[in-house]
């Protein structure tokens, strides 16, 4: 840098120090988009990198693009879906992830649009089309739009990048994310405990919620956290052997402080068939389901005890309503037959649903089950799409030996047998577990003999 521009730079600096001075002293309420300018620019610089290629403004991109996919920094109502600092945050991250994807689309489009993806592809345009009857048609797009923004970015990605690399800068992002959330837990209880309503009275719950908005979302975040690490447990160990401890310890105990059972068992579950069901090892999967059957048979007679294992309220009746989900069922099926072809409209739960509050029985904003969701919201149409589009990424994984792809779609699957998992209205994570499913790359392509539970135990 010469004399002259330095000089320059001063005069500059001293320049915009004055006007931000004269703005403070004359205008007050500009400290805010004077203080918002830094991130603006480096927002800006950000974009630039990633859309140059530059390796560390993508894997940074994700890093915030994961981080944000289920953060909320308000409380507000289920029907207000106004514009606010959050949704304009988000919807700038969206809008980058998928011009980064577009700009380069000849490096990913024809690892997307294979034959195996094409019902895949055919469902998430299905969600926009369903927009055209939504109550409101230009909420459903957005929340379309996230869901193929990460479609798109998993696909530049995962075709451009290494995949451990990735899904370490991901638990990384889930990882701060459950720090984050634990420091609120603490530091403004009426914002981190899980909050909920019964017949019009407020109660805050001990279970953890976070920035996640609710315990079951951010059980969600960490028990993929736990997923992604088991399944890359020695590429993680390779790169830095604190990965693996850290997360496991973080994301455990973000689990248990959320008290989500369903999370809970989907940890389990798929990183037991992970690494247990092969032919070599599955005498150990004999075993392990004789010994729980062995500790069931030995803990049925304690009858109260397990039902507080399995209700929170010790209540019989908590578990064979699954907590309220089967009058949610019931009234959302017969809703759903008043609209069998393209449902009320991608993402439109969130507005149909508290309007039959009657005959649900309580105030719920989505269906807590995911073929019931996709059934309310895009119709029958909708639902035989996201089935063939299961099956058929199933069906490859089976035929390519890619248990990876596998735990993916069953962590979307397994939670969407209480939940509405991916589908709901904007992305989550497990939208997120599901675009990647449809555009992880076979390990050979991305310098990866085999996974590393496959070297181990196969």
């Given at each position: 840098?010469?004399?002259?521009?330095?000089?320059?730079?001063?005069?500059?600096?001293?320049?915009?120090?004055?006007?931000?001075?004269?703005?403070?002293?004359?205008?007050?309420?500009?400290?805010?988009?004077?203080?918002?300018?830094?991130?603006?620019?480096?927002?800006?610089?950000?974009?630039?990198?990633?859309?140059?290629?530059?390796?560390?403004?993508?894997?940074?991109?994700?890093?915030?693009?994961?981080?944000?996919?289920?953060?909320?920094?308000?409380?507000?109502?289920?029907?207000?879906?106004?514009?606010?600092?959050?949704?304009?945050?988000?919807?700038?991250?969206?809008?980058?992830?998928?011009?980064?994807?577009?700009?380069?689309?000849?490096?990913?489009?024809?690892?997307?649009?294979?034959?195996?993806?094409?019902?895949?592809?055919?469902?998430?345009?299905?969600?926009?089309?369903?927009?055209?009857?939504?109550?409101?048609?230009?909420?459903?797009?957005?929340?379309?739009?996230?869901?193929?923004?990460?479609?798109?970015?998993?696909?530049?990605?995962?075709?451009?990048?290494?995949?451990?690399?990735?899904?370490?800068?991901?638990?990384?992002?889930?990882?701060?994310?459950?720090?984050?959330?634990?420091?609120?837990?603490?530091?403004?209880?009426?914002?981190?405990?899980?909050?909920?309503?019964?017949?019009?009275?407020?109660?805050?719950?001990?279970?953890?919620?976070?920035?996640?908005?609710?315990?079951?979302?951010?059980?969600?975040?960490?028990?993929?956290?736990?997923?992604?690490?088991?399944?890359?447990?020695r590429e993680f160990h390779r790169m830095n052997r604190l990965i693996v401890p850290v997360t496991a310890i973080v994301a455990g105990v973000t689990l248990v402080m959320t008290n989500s059972r369903t999370s809970m068992?989907?940890?389990?579950?798929?990183?037991?068939?992970?690494?247990?069901?092969?032919?070599?090892?599955?005498?150990?999967?004999?075993?392990?389901?004789?010994?729980?059957l062995v500790a069931l048979a030995i803990l049925l007679p304690a009858g109260d005890q397990v039902l507080m294992l399995l209700s929170r309220g010790g209540s019989m009746d908590e578990v064979t309503s699954m907590t309220g989900r089967t009058e949610i069922?019931?009234?959302?099926?017969?809703?759903?037959?008043?609209?069998?072809?393209?449902?009320?409209?991608?993402?439109?739960?969130?507005?149909?649903?508290?309007?039959?509050?009657?005959?649900?029985?309580?105030?719920?904003?989505?269906?807590?089950?995911?073929?019931?969701?996709?059934?309310?919201?895009?119709?029958?149409?909708?639902?035989?799409?996201?089935?063939?589009?299961?099956?058929?990424?199933?069906?490859?994984?089976?035929?390519?030996?890619?248990?990876?792809?596998?735990?993916?779609?069953?962590?979307?699957?397994?939670?969407?047998?209480?939940?509405?998992?991916?589908?709901?209205?904007?992305?989550?994570?497990?939208?997120?577990?599901?675009?990647?499913?449809?555009?992880?790359?076979?390990?050979?392509?991305?310098?990866?003999?085999?996974?590393?539970?496959?070297?181990?135990?196969?």
């Amino acid at each position: 840098m010469t004399a002259a521009d330095r000089t320059a730079l001063v005069l500059l600096s001293g320049l915009c120090a004055a006007v931000a001075a004269a703005l403070v002293l004359f205008e007050p309420s500009a400290i805010l988009t004077i203080a918002a300018l830094p991130a603006v620019i480096a927002f800006a610089l950000l974009a630039r990198g990633a859309l140059y290629e530059s390796k560390t403004a993508v894997l940074l991109l994700a890093f915030i693009a994961v981080f944000l996919l289920d953060a909320v920094f308000r409380v507000r109502e289920y029907e207000d879906k106004g514009v606010d600092f959050q949704v304009i945050l988000k919807l700038g991250v969206w809008a980058m992830i998928a011009a980064v994807a577009l700009v380069h689309i000849r490096s990913w489009l024809a690892n997307l649009l294979t034959p195996t993806n094409l019902t895949a592809v055919m469902f998430l345009v299905w969600l926009f089309l369903t927009a055209a009857v939504s109550p409101m048609p230009a909420y459903s797009l957005v929340a379309a739009f996230s869901i193929a923004a990460y479609v798109l970015f998993a696909a530049y990605l995962f075709s451009n990048y290494d995949a451990a690399e990735i899904f370490a800068v991901i638990v990384a992002a889930l990882v701060g994310f459950c720090i984050v959330s634990i420091i609120v837990y603490f530091a403004v209880p009426s914002f981190g405990h899980y909050v909920y309503w019964v017949n019009g009275e407020r109660y805050v719950s001990p279970r953890l919620s976070g920035i996640a908005g609710s315990a079951n979302n951010m059980g969600r975040v960490a028990a993929f956290a736990l997923v992604v690490t088991g399944l890359y447990a020695r590429e993680f160990h390779r790169m830095n052997r604190l990965i693996v401890p850290v997360t496991a310890i973080v994301a455990g105990v973000t689990l248990v402080m959320t008290n989500s059972r369903t999370s809970m068992m989907m940890v389990a579950a798929i990183l037991f068939a992970s690494y247990l069901l092969t032919w070599r090892r599955l005498y150990i999967a004999v075993f392990v389901l004789s010994a729980g059957l062995v500790a069931l048979a030995i803990l049925l007679p304690a009858g109260d005890q397990v039902l507080m294992l399995l209700s929170r309220g010790g209540s019989m009746d908590e578990v064979t309503s699954m907590t309220g989900r089967t009058e949610i069922w019931y009234a959302v099926a017969k809703l759903a037959e008043t609209k069998p072809l393209m449902g009320f409209g991608y993402a439109s739960s969130v507005f149909v649903l508290p309007e039959h509050e009657r005959e649900v029985g309580f105030l719920t904003s989505h269906a807590h089950n995911l073929a019931l969701q996709l059934l309310l919201t895009t119709g029958w149409v909708g639902l035989v799409l996201f089935a063939l589009s299961t099956l058929s990424i199933g069906f490859r994984a089976v035929v390519a030996g890619d248990r990876r792809v596998l735990a993916f779609l069953s962590f979307v699957l397994l939670n969407g047998i209480t939940e509405s998992s991916g589908f709901t209205t904007l992305a989550n994570i497990c939208s997120f577990a599901f675009a990647i499913a449809i555009t992880l790359q076979p390990a050979e392509s991305v310098h990866e003999v085999r996974p590393a539970y496959q070297r181990r135990f196969s």
